[in-house]
């Protein structure tokens, strides 16, 4: 079943702007990730937050968890076009074991040159 | 040096036909997955196989068939595949305590014809 919900579904920005990319999810977790998708390829991991961690930065991604509200934001600073991509936030619950990962629906980000 | 490497890239067959993906990784991760992505690139587990035994089987029909002859393969046999089987299908793996998350392959996309 599905977890996480990202906000915006698309997300349109010029380049060197922030971007800031949402995930609210159901359940309880072990821990929350941030995927990149670029189109027609494979999906590659970001960045990874733990429950008992609030905030995590790599680069110029910042990652903040709330698990009170249930929700994680991802924010790109300085975009580039090369940040153009779907980006998914997903789950690792107790529930599930940590033998998998259940995805949202994803937001497409678009950053014009 | 690909971590996931999966086979083949694209696959285009008729309904009714039997056909395998093929999935290697040589991370010497101990845990693989199936994922499939539909259309609306919603990402929903399949399979996900520890040291060669079958973890997770998310009610997929029994016309899917993983098999795991060793940790570092998990291929994907799909029997008398259907309209609805066209997606895209990633492998992927993970090591425990997966603190780094999921390595995914670049896909397979399926068209049922």
């Known amino acids: 079943s599905q977890q996480g919900e990202e906000d915006p579904q698309a997300l349109s920005i010029q380049e060197g702007e922030n971007a800031t990319m949402n995930c609210s999810y159901k359940?309880?977790?072990?821990?929350l990730q941030w995927y990149r998708q670029n189109s027609g390829r494979g999906l590659v991991h970001l960045i990874l937050?733990?429950?008992?961690?609030r905030e995590k930065h790599s680069g110029r991604l910042r990652v903040t968890l709330d698990t009170s509200k249930k929700s994680s934001s991802l924010l790109i600073t300085a975009s580039r076009a090369a940040d153009t991509a779907s980006y998914f936030c997903?789950?690792?619950?107790?529930?599930?074991?940590?033998?998998?990962?259940?995805f949202g629906k994803g937001t497409k980000l678009t950053v014009n040159p | 040096d690909t971590a996931v490497s999966q086979t083949p890239k694209y696959l285009v067959t008729q309904m009714g036909n039997d056909k395998s993906i093929k999935c290697e990784q040589n991370?010497?991760?101990?845990?693989m997955y199936w994922y499939k992505q539909d259309s609306k690139k919603f990402l929903k587990i399949m399979f996900s196989?520890?040291?060669?035994?079958?973890?997770i089987n998310e009610t997929v029909p029994n016309r899917f068939s993983p098999k795991s002859p060793d940790k570092a393969h998990l291929n994907l046999h799909i029997n008398s595949l259907e309209l609805g089987d066209s997606a895209v299908y990633f492998c992927?793996?993970?090591?425990?305590?997966?603190?780094?998350?999921?390595?995914f392959g670049s896909g397979t996309r399926l068209t049922v014809v």
């Open positions: 992927a793996s993970s090591q425990s305590p997966r603190s780094r998350g999921y390595t």
């Open positions: 359940t309880s977790i072990n821990n």
């Open positions: 937050i733990r429950s008992n961690e």
């Open positions: 997903a789950t690792d619950s107790p529930e599930g074991g940590s033998e998998k990962l259940v």
């Open positions: 991370l010497g991760h101990d845990t």
């Open positions: 196989y520890n040291n060669k035994e079958l973890i």
